[in-house]
């Protein structure tokens, strides 16, 4: 399996992480109430809501709500699906407080792009809006799917998560290799999920086109403005997909697969 430090080894880029990643899986009293009237008493498990300002430069530029694992690799997948990279050969440096609240990140060249001023909303709606960087949405290339691909990522999917699996409260995207394997990685936003595999598939130097991207959630432009910014030709959801999103996937080429289950998945 791929390693940060594997990823150092070879590359200019610095990581100097203080934060020790704490559990993301939290729990609250809560009383459970039923129909007849009995109530219950228990333990909840939870996710973590963790709160990280990202600046580039010097220059606050977002602000995420997350769960408190894999922040590297969704730091530089934010950074690359913003268009604020190229690459990770952009980058000189990525810290990260003791707290892990606050990541800085150096670039090797100066960027232009707008201040943020809000916080990452967790759902989906809203999100069309990207850091003014410097590369914009290019077509893909064109991909030919992998049946047995996509039916392996929706068996994948079926495992469950750990998360999800201990609080219901997750969204996963996987990340098909171009080697087969497949990375998981989870967050209560599918946009960070979706993130931190693409900072993987960065850090892991895998070619972006010859990758595909599963995500749980449903596909509005945005997730397909985000795959298209990440070079990968083709992306499958368990959900469905919005009819902007399908507009915007045939303009740029994007391979949208949709309503992927072990036994059947439907293209548009």
């Known amino acids: 399996m791929f390693t940060i430090e594997d990823f150092q080894k070879g590359s200019i880029m610095k990581i100097e992480d203080h934060f020790k990643e704490i559990d993301a899986i939290t ?7 039923a129909a007849d009237g009995t109530e219950r008493l228990e333990e909840d498990r939870l996710i973590h809501e963790h709160f990280l300002e990202v600046s580039v430069n010097s220059y606050t530029a977002f602000r995420l709500s997350c769960t408190a694992e894999h922040l590297h690799e969704l730091v530089t997948g934010r950074l690359y699906t913003e268009g604020l990279i190229r690459g ?3 980058i000189e440096r990525l810290f990260f407080c003791a707290k892990g609240s606050i990541a800085e990140v150096t670039l090797s060249e100066e ?12 759902c989906c709606s809203g999100n069309r809006q990207f850091l003014s960087g410097e590369r914009k949405m290019q077509v893909l290339p064109e991909a030919v799917v992998d049946r047995r691909a996509v039916f392996a990522l929706a068996g994948y999917f079926q495992k469950d998560s750990r998360l ?4 219901s409260g997750t969204h996963s995207c996987y990340l098909h290799l171009p080697d087969g394997t497949i990375a998981g990685f989870e967050d209560i936003s599918r946009h960070n999920a979706l993130d931190k595999a693409v900072g ?3 850090l892991a130097d895998a070619d972006p086109t010859a990758c595909m991207l599963y995500t749980t959630g449903r596909v509005p432009v945005d997730m397909v403005q985000k795959t298209v910014m990440a070079r990968v030709p083709v992306l499958v959801s368990k959900s469905v997909p919005t009819d902007a999103a399908v507009d915007l996937a045939k303009e740029y080429g994007l391979q949208l697969i949709c309503k992927a289950w072990p036994d059947s998945y439907t293209v548009y």
């Open 27 to 33: 729990e609250k009293q809560a009383m459970t109430i």
């Open 88 to 90: 990770t050969e952009d």
């Open 111 to 122: 960027v232009p792009f707008q201040v943020y001023q809000g916080t990452e909303p967790t």
């Open 164 to 167: 999800h699996k201990s609080t």
């Open 200 to 202: 993987h598939m960065l």
